[in-house]
C-alpha cells in the first residue's frame, strides 16, 4: 500500500505553464476581456466603434454586422492580441513598472487610430473621431496595456526572483 502512496492522482503535481504560454494566455484573455467591455461602451453610446470593424477588411456579407460578427471579432481581436503581447514579452518584460504598460497601451492606440487607419474603413480618420469615442478608445488601450504588460513583468520578476533564491540555496 505504502508504495503505491506516490502514484495517486492526488499526489502528482501539475506541470506549471511556460512564461511564453503564459504571456501568449494573457494576450488572449486581455483581448477578449477589454474589447467585449469596449463593445458594451459602444452600447452604451462612449464610443462610436464597434469591435466589429476588424472584420471589415477581409470578410463579405452582413453577418459581421450581426451578433456572429461580433462574437467572432471579439476574438480575432484576442488572437491580434496575442501577437502585441509577445511584443510586450520580447521589448519590454523586464520593465517592472506600471506605466511601461500604460505606454505599451497609448502605442497601440496611436498604431491602430492613426497609422492602420486606413485599414479599417468603419473608423472614421483620427482628427474626425469624437471626443468621447478618442477618449473612451484610449482609456481601453492603457487599461489594456497595463493588464498585459504589468501580468507579463509580474511573471518575469517572479521568475528572476525565484531563479535568484534558486542560486543563493545551492551556493
Not at 82 to 110: D, E, H, P, Q
Request: hydrophobic share 45%; charged share 15%.
Amino acid at each position: 500500500m505504502a508504495e503505491n502512496h506516490g502514484n495517486l492522482e492526488q499526489d502528482q503535481r501539475e506541470k506549471p505553464m511556460s512564461f511564453i504560454a503564459m504571456s501568449i494566455v494573457t494576450g488572449l484573455f486581455g483581448g477578449i476581456f477589454w474589447s467585449a467591455l469596449a463593445y458594451l461602451a459602444y452600447i452604451f453610446n462612449f464610443t462610436e466603434i464597434r469591435p466589429n470593424v476588424i472584420l471589415e477588411p477581409w470578410a463579405l456579407g452582413e453577418w459581421k454586422q450581426q451578433w456572429l460578427g461580433t462574437v467572432i471579432s471579439i476574438i480575432a481581436i484576442g488572437i491580434f492580441s496575442t501577437g502585441a503581447a509577445m511584443v510586450y514579452y520580447v521589448t519590454m518584460r523586464k520593465l517592472n513598472s506600471i506605466w511601461a504598460g500604460a505606454a505599451f497601451g497609448i502605442a497601440l492606440f496611436f498604431l491602430v487610430f492613426y497609422v492602420l487607419n486606413p485599414l479599417f474603413p468603419g473608423i472614421k480618420p483620427f482628427w474626425d473621431l469624437s471626443k468621447n469615442t478618442l477618449v473612451t478608445s484610449l482609456c481601453f488601450y492603457v487599461l489594456y496595456g497595463v493588464f498585459v504588460g504589468y501580468s507579463i513583468s509580474y511573471e518575469e520578476n517572479e521568475n528572476r526572483n525565484k531563479e535568484k533564491n534558486r542560486q543563493e540555496i545551492t551556493s
